[in-house]
């Protein structure tokens, strides 16, 4: 980490400080359901506070996609944030203009105060200079916390670093020590797991990632995709069609690299998007016209925990069902119990990471039997394919 400013090196005291952090979390009913990321930033957000800064934090939540989507303010996620913190937290209606210059002007050394979701402006994704500038204007100094995020080159991730002094926050060179420590030359066979459902945002980098592991699972809602473009029938389920050339392209370049591909041979079908909506299982090529997949089935399962059985490193992002409803939990549960079971053992090394995969670990109860957590999932699987992630290269001294 000597070649990143940390947070060490960095003039805090009567600064007005933009913390760019992780906060899209999993919610049910209006309440963070997962707090591991907010955990993971209070480090940060604490010795910014107690070293006499103003911490002002810089987060998106959801892809609103420029628009101002009430559902996705981040104002909820205030009193999760205050209880872990043990402290108030203020909170802005906006990221930049009046309402935000105002709040950090009422700010005294030392307070917290959340800024509203910076996607609601379409200049964050886009890198906008100009929107860029605008968050820039509200403080002295920048530092990045948001690991999760940091392959997003965007303006509070990657834009602000060029525009104000920048640091890596204490969860951000946590993330990065822990990530080159566990997998920089892991031990072989290595198997990948990826489900989840960021279909479109995560199908790409497998491309890349069946060059570098021995087998890769595909669960959750990426493995129909998959399904799909073998011709298989996948009925109402979340499946991207046209990303079909692609996820072919993916098995072929699979089949050169000699790594593994393990899709799921049953699944286990509902009618509705609810808890405890009726099920059956169905084998791939049965699945009916108005029926979803939401779980790998038990065959699938067993499958998966025999692949996990023959590999010394296990790397995961993305569940592999809809695990926050019952039943459609048990595919991720009883692979992630099999893997801490192995791990305990000291029979493997797994990583895992993802916001959803981490609360899907912790609902399983193994998530400290894992050899490492991320809080990241796209990210991580980028750092993994050993891409540059933009808000990690912009904090490079020498970069
Ligand atoms: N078969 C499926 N159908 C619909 N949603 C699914 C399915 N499998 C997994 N999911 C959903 O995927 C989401 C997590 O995906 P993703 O955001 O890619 O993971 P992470 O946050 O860990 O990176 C969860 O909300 C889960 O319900
Ligand atoms: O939740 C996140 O990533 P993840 O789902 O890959 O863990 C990050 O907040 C990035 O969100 P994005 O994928 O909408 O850019």
């Keep these: 980490m000597s070649t ?3 947070l060490d090196t960095a003039d805090i005291k009567g600064k007005r400080v933009l913390i760019r952090v992780d906060l899209n979390v999993p919610m049910k009913d209006g309440m963070v359901s997962d707090d591991t990321r907010i955990r993971a930033i209070l480090p940060t957000v604490r010795d910014v506070s107690k070293r006499g800064g103003k911490a002002i934090l810089l987060a998106h939540f959801g ?8 559902e996705m303010s981040l104002a909820p996620v205030v009193p999760a944030l205050e209880t872990l913190l043990g402290r108030p937290v203020g909170f802005a209606n906006d990221c930049i203009g009046n309402d935000a210059a105002q709040a950090i002007a009422k ?23 100009i929107f860029t500038s605008a968050l820039a204007e509200l403080g002295d100094v920048y530092v990045n916390d948001a690991f999760s995020a940091a392959h997003r080159a965007h303006s509070s991730t990657e834009g602000l670093a060029h525009q104000l002094p920048a640091y890596a926050g204490r969860a951000m060179q946590a993330e990065l020590e822990a990530l080159e420590k566990a997998l920089t030359s892991p031990q072989r066979p290595v198997i990948a797991l990826v489900g989840g459902a960021k279909v479109s945002s995560k199908i790409e980098l497998l491309e890349n990632l069946v060059t570098k592991v021995e087998a890769l699972v595909i669960g959750g809602g990426m493995a129909n995709t998959f399904l799909h473009a073998q011709g298989y029938p ?9 990303l079909a050339d692609t ?8 089949q050169e690299s000699n790594c593994a591909i393990i899709l799921p041979v049953d699944a286990t079908v509902a009618y509705h998007f609810q808890a405890h ?3 059956q299982t169905y084998g791939v090529d049965a699945i009916p016209e108005d029926g979803m997949i939401l779980d790998v089935g038990g065959l699938s399962v067993e499958r998966i925990n025999a692949a996990i059985d023959e590999a010394a490193t296990l790397v995961w992002n993305g569940p592999l069902g809809a695990f926050e409803m019952e039943p459609f939990d048990r595919g991720t549960v009883e692979a992630a119990r099999h893997a801490a079971k192995r791990t305990k053992a000291g029979q493997l090394l797994s990583v895992a990471g993802g916001g959803d995969t981490v609360a899907a670990l912790n609902h399983a109860g193994v998530a400290d039997d894992f050899s490492y957590v991320s809080t990241a999932g796209g990210a991580f699987l980028e ?5 540059p992630l933009p808000g990690v290269e912009v904090l490079r001294q020498n970069g």
Aim: hydrophobic share 30%.
């Design 247 to 254: 996820a072919r392209r993916i098995m072929a370049k699979a």
């Design 4 to 6: 990143f400013r940390t």
């Design 63 to 70: 892809r609103p996609k420029g628009e101002r989507v009430p």
């Design 383 to 387: 750092w993994l394919e050993g891409k």
């Design 277 to 279: 909506a009726p099920t």
């Design 234 to 242: 996948v009925g109402k389920s979340l499946c991207e069609k046209d």
């Design 107 to 129: 700010l005294s050394d030392g307070d917290v105060l959340l800024l509203e979701n910076t996607r609601f402006h379409k200049g964050e994704e886009k890198d906008d200079p």
